[in-house]
């Protein structure tokens, strides 16, 4: 096993780079995900990280070994394709040895190798079907135990979930985080389901246009995002603009105003007074019925009110056209469309980004 650390890394395919001065570091035996949207280059770092791709620029490493310019067959990966990538006339034992057979490993020992990890994935009784004889979640634990058979360095997935239907996504992502906790490799897997990166992942790279936007924790991402694009891409978030009256230094509670009312906030970064950005998850947002306004508290009307059984989903209006959305669990008192209410704020759970 080990780290993975990417250094001031440019990839491109023609003129224009596709990734440009990336850097990154994987920590030996989690699982890193990288987020973004289709096009944003993160399909063409894990290429360039199989050595699929050539580098222009920058170093790669696994461990101390540099890998920058070694050939794929070379870095010791191994490698979980989307659209499962096995052999249809080869059986499910014969396609897990096919990277163990190409490493002259003797027979004895691919028998309990591949017999061992075709357990893991609960394949055991399937050694002797063929792939078109599996479901889609099946086929793709015959690659993930393929993959791991050779026992890599480093695990590379690239959408491994998105042919799966709802059901089967968890089940196999459930298996994939198992099995990865359990051997300890270093992993790196795409993903454009935040879902899922979510989920699965000991730290998530997000990814737009060629760069890192943001790095961390799911909880970090979630909870603490750096930028608007990140609050708008990892789960849902009210994005307002809004106005700070002074400059504030990172991680200070700053006094923004929006709709004309000042309210505190947690600043993600130093900041110039001016116009800022004010982030607020829907499920932080508390709606008060109507009445005197206490600090961080904003006047606003129900615009919608949407029951979805364990919470419900309001929409209000505060002046100014501004429309914020508020989820409320069922213990709370429900609030009528029409109804004028106070909406709270919780200063350490509402961000401030730049504009």
Same mark, same amino acid.
């Given at each position: ?11 491109? !395919? ?30 063409t770092l ?37 659209? !499962? ?14 990277? @163990? ?59 491994? @979930? ?52 943001? *790095? ?5 991402? !979630? +909870? ?6 990140? *609050? ?10 809004? +106005? ?5 230094a990172t ?55 949407? !029951? ?8 209000v209006e ?24 106070? @909406? @709270? ?11």
């Amino acid at each position: 096993m080990a780290q993975i650390s990417i250094s001031q890394l440019s990839v491109g !395919y023609g003129a224009e780079p596709v990734i440009c001065d990336f850097s990154l570091t994987v920590a030996d035996g989690s699982l890193f995900t990288l987020l973004g949207p289709s096009g944003c280059g993160k399909t063409t770092l894990l290429r360039t990280i199989a050595g699929f791709i050539p580098v222009r620029q920058g170093i790669l490493r696994f461990g101390e070994r540099d890998v920058t310019h070694l050939p794929a067959h070379l870095r010791d990966v191994g490698m979980v394709f989307q659209d !499962y990538a096995l052999f249809p006339d080869k059986s499910v034992f014969d396609n897990v040895a096919y990277g @163990l057979r190409a490493r002259k490993i003797d027979a004895p020992a691919i028998q309990r190798t591949v017999g061992e990890y075709l357990e893991r994935v609960g394949l055991g009784a399937f050694a002797s079907r063929l792939p078109a004889a599996l479901s889609g979640g099946q086929r793709q634990r015959v690659a993930l135990a393929r993959a791991l058979a050779i026992k890599p360095t480093v695990l590379l997935m690239d959408e491994p @979930l998105s042919n799966l239907d709802a059901k089967l996504r968890v089940q196999v992502r459930e298996t994939i985080s198992d099995l990865q906790k359990e051997i300890g490799i270093t992993t790196v897997l795409v993903t454009h389901d935040q879902e899922e990166a979510l989920a699965m992942s000991d730290c998530i790279g997000l990814i737009r246009d060629g760069r890192l936007e943001q *790095a961390g924790t799911p909880q970090d991402l !979630y +909870s603490r995002p750096r930028t608007a694009y990140a *609050a708008d891409f990892v789960g849902a978030a009210n994005i307002c603009s809004a +106005s700070l009256s002074a400059s504030a230094a990172t991680g200070a509670l700053a006094e923004v105003q929006l709709a004309g009312v000042n309210l505190r906030a947690l600043t993600a970064q130093a900041l110039p007074a001016g116009k800022v950005v004010l982030i607020a998850r829907p499920e932080m947002l508390v709606l008060l019925h109507n009445g005197v306004l206490e600090p961080n508290q904003l006047p606003c009307t129900v615009r919608r009110r949407q !029951y979805l059984g364990a919470r419900t989903v309001y929409v209000v209006e505060a002046d100014g056209g501004i429309h914020l959305r508020v989820e409320t669990h069922d213990h709370q008192v429900p609030r009528s469309v029409g109804e004028r209410v106070r @909406l @709270l704020f919780d200063p350490l759970q509402t961000r401030v980004v730049a504009a």
